[in-house]
């Protein structure tokens, strides 16, 4: 996916298959799939959150899968904001498959999906045009494209592109539940506010559903909704860790180094804006414990190897084990808050004060659970597709076969 060039004359190199011959003017350059992420099936991501549209392309999709447009809907309602613990700024999500579809399936050619913008409000932006949100990326863009940059609503930085993120996954998740595989995500925590962790899988499962705050332990979200609420009517944002299990994954999918089962996941989830901590299992809590206590022990039950324990969150040696894969992310309180702050003016480059207008979520958390489901079953998908071929990845049924005695 990325490579870094080092030569000093004209060089062809493969970039995603594509032979290029480069000038020895860019030989030394750093060439990267900047918005594609995937090996066997790619997402690229496109479009401002000012912009007249965001989307995304698919390439490398199974032929003759279903597309369900219902789920499509009710995966951007999850992500849509509601309330007062949300953005004002609420979009009607309307998609359009612009490709790649023929009589409600996928035909297996680039399937790009357009979703306008219709609820723009740039005019919030201009009386603090120049001042870089701290926290959010608007000087770290500016460093990178100079200025060119469409800064309104952070431009290509908005958590409004995820809406294209969460209708990209929408169209494989069929074909991950088809196979057995399910994957779900909860607010493990908010504003130090905890949840209780997952009990039975199935049914909790069941209880987060269509859930657009979800959580376990309904009082627990409770507490944290008004926490959210308390938050905002102070100008100001939290954070929390989200928790995802990923459910019938067959054991032996992965590579051993550098395409690690967790370097692929955390490479999709640092990819959400806002998330900026990862873990697999018992990660961080493992350090200070004893392989005793953490080792998993291996034991074979009707014929299939499972672990005892599931300290390792589903994966050793960065191939999965066949246990549920459990992530822990962390999602930053919202970089854009109502009290002043000190930043730069990004023409001057001089200190100044900034006093944001605008349309922001309180928090972030609740509206990114639905992005992480989607980012890991895109991640899945892609890597099922890397093991077992394109066309496996069907809405047949039947599950893939992990390592058997
Ligand atoms: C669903 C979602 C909604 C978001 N909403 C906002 C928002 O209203 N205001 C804001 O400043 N940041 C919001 N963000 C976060 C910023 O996009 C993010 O913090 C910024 O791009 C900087 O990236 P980083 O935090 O990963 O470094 C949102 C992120 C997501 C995933």
Redesign the pocket.
């Known amino acids: 996916m990325r490579q870094v060039l080092r030569y000093v004359t004209r060089c062809n190199i493969t970039v995603r298959g594509l032979a290029v011959n480069l000038p020895a003017e860019n030989c030394g350059m750093e060439i990267s799939m900047k918005n594609t992420f995937g090996n066997s099936l790619a997402v690229t991501l496109f479009g401002e959150s000012h912009g007249p549209y965001i989307g995304a392309v698919l390439d490398g999709l199974a032929p003759g899968i279903e597309i369900d447009e219902e789920l499509i809907a009710s995966q951007l309602t999850k ?1 849509r904001p509601s309330g007062r613990i949300s ?1 004002a ?1 609420v979009e009607k999500d309307e998609y359009i498959i612009a490709s790649g579809v023929y009589k409600g399936r996928t035909t297996g050619t680039p399937l790009c999906i357009l979703i306008p913008n219709t609820a723009q409000h740039s005019e919030d932006y201009e009386k603090t045009v120049g001042a870089a ?1 701290p ?3 608007d000087y770290t863009a500016h460093c990178k494209y100079h200025g060119y940059e469409d800064f309104n609503g ?1 431009g290509h ?4 592109i ?1 809406a294209a993120l969460v209708a990209a996954a929408a169209v494989v998740m069929p074909v991950l539940e088809s196979k057995g595989i399910r994957i779900a995500t909860h607010i493990s925590s908010c504003a130090s506010i905890a949840d209780r962790g997952f009990e039975d899988y199935r049914k909790d499962f069941d209880t987060l559903g269509e859930a657009v705050f979800p959580v376990l332990d309904e009082k627990a979200g409770e507490k944290m909704r008004e926490a959210i609420e308390q938050a905002a009517a102070e100008g100001d944002s939290v954070g929390g860790v989200l928790e995802s299990v990923i459910t019938g994954m067959p054991a032996g999918v992965g590579e051993p180094w550098f395409d690690s089962v967790e370097s692929t996941i955390a490479h999709m989830l ?1 990819s ?5 901590g990862v873990q697999f299992g018992a990660g961080f809590d493992m350090v200070n414990g004893f392989g005793s206590e953490f080792n998993d022990p291996l034991r074979s039950e009707n014929g299939r190897v499972v672990t005892v324990t599931n300290n390792n969150g589903g994966i050793n040696g960065g191939i999965t084990n066949g246990m549920p894969i459990v992530i822990r992310a962390a ?2 309180p ?3 808050i109502y009290k002043e702050q000190d930043t730069i003016d990004l023409g001057t480059g001089e200190n100044t004060k900034l006093k944001i207008n605008g ?3 309180p928090a ?1 958390i609740h ?2 659970a639905v ?1 992480v489901d989607s980012v890991l079953a895109l991640t899945v998908y892609d890597l099922l597709a890397g093991r077992y071929g394109t066309d496996s990845m069907n809405t047949k049924g039947g599950t893939f076969d992990g390592y058997k005695y």
């Open positions: 992500r953005t700024r949100r926290g959010h990326a952070g930085f908005s958590g409004r995820t640092y959400v804006p806002a998330v900026k999602v930053k919202t970089p854009s349309r922001h979520d972030i509206r990114a992005v």
